[in-house]
């Protein structure tokens, strides 16, 4: 929504203003259009390989979604750790195996359809949770496991921004690329009534500053918008990974989702009394 507020504000200041003293018309030349896009769609794929084409092309719907990210969806995810790790508590770690193999058929995950949905997220959760099951393990280590698979992660999300990034600096000098094409154009035509030359120049231009109004106000926003959905979307991982491991050190199941809360972003962190009555509340 606000990639599309923003567009519609770049495009009053820059065209909707240049409307006011200039023509329009001047600005249709179609051959500049269809050169420019040509060369940042030719740039695109020389620079990358099948795999990173796809997981950016698959980004892009990121940049005018909203963010799944917020306080609701953390509710729900505290309160599934808490859920599974009183049971543990309660009834030992055997008693969560078949909720760990068969989280779409487990009552307990079947509670919470905004934290399954997102299939990664299960799946980092019950590997942790199977190994919890699967024998006595270091905390140590498997907090170092954590680390690298949070970071393997980050590393494969943050392609996509990185790749429409580079995209967006390469606009402008495919701009110029378009200008010079022109202006190469134009002395060859310096024969020409100056009213024609005067428009081939126009024409000419019109590359370089469709090269900056793209790079600058259309693709760049759409890197900065995968960017920060990308940034979200990995503290996810951080709360599950403090809540184990805090009921791997021992801890309570009410102290061990105070860790998790704790490490959230502060306009999607619950308070400690709104995460306690959310919890009562399931019970009930």
Do not use: C
């Not at 769609?41 to 990210?69: D, E, I, Q």
């Not at 990034?165 to 200008?179: C, E, N, Q, R, T």
């Not at 134009?186 to 000419?204: E, H, N, T, W």
């Amino acid at each position: 929504m606000f990639l599309i507020i923003g567009y519609v504000i770049i495009l009053a200041a820059s065209v909707g203003t240049y409307a006011v003293h200039g023509s329009l018309a001047a600005l249709w030349v179609p051959m500049e259009y269809l050169a420019i896009i040509g060369l940042m769609v030719g740039g695109f794929v020389a620079g990358n390989g099948p795999k990173a084409m796809k997981a950016t092309l698959g980004s892009l719907s990121l940049a005018v979604k909203g963010s799944p990210y917020n306080k609701a969806l953390y509710m729900d995810l505290l309160s599934l750790l808490y859920e599974i790790l009183a049971k543990v508590r309660k009834e030992g770690l055997m008693s969560i195996e078949n909720d760990v193999e068969n989280p779409d058929s487990s009552p307990i995950f079947g509670k919470y359809p905004s934290v399954t949905s997102d299939h990664h997220v299960v799946e980092f959760l019950t590997d942790y949770l199977r190994m919890m099951v699967g024998g006595n393990l270091n905390a140590f280590e498997i907090e170092n496991l954590m680390d690298m698979e949070i970071e393997t992660h980050h590393q494969e999300a943050h392609v996509a921004p990185h790749i429409v990034s580079k995209v967006a600096d390469g606009l402008p000098a495919f701009g110029i690329v378009v200008a010079v094409m022109g202006v190469v154009n134009v002395m060859g035509s310096v024969g020409q009534p100056p009213a024609v030359l005067g428009k081939m120049i126009g024409g000419a231009l019109v590359g370089t500053f469709l090269g900056i109004l793209l790079s600058y106000g259309i693709v760049a926003p759409i890197a900065s918008q995968i960017e920060q959905k990308v940034e979200e979307s990995g503290k996810i991982y951080q709360v599950m990974k403090v809540v184990l491991l805090a009921s791997m050190n021992g801890y309570a199941p009410q102290v061990a989702i105070e860790f998790g809360r704790k490490v959230l972003y502060a306009n999607d962190r619950p308070t400690f009394s709104e995460l306690e009555q959310e919890i009562k509340n399931r019970k009930g």
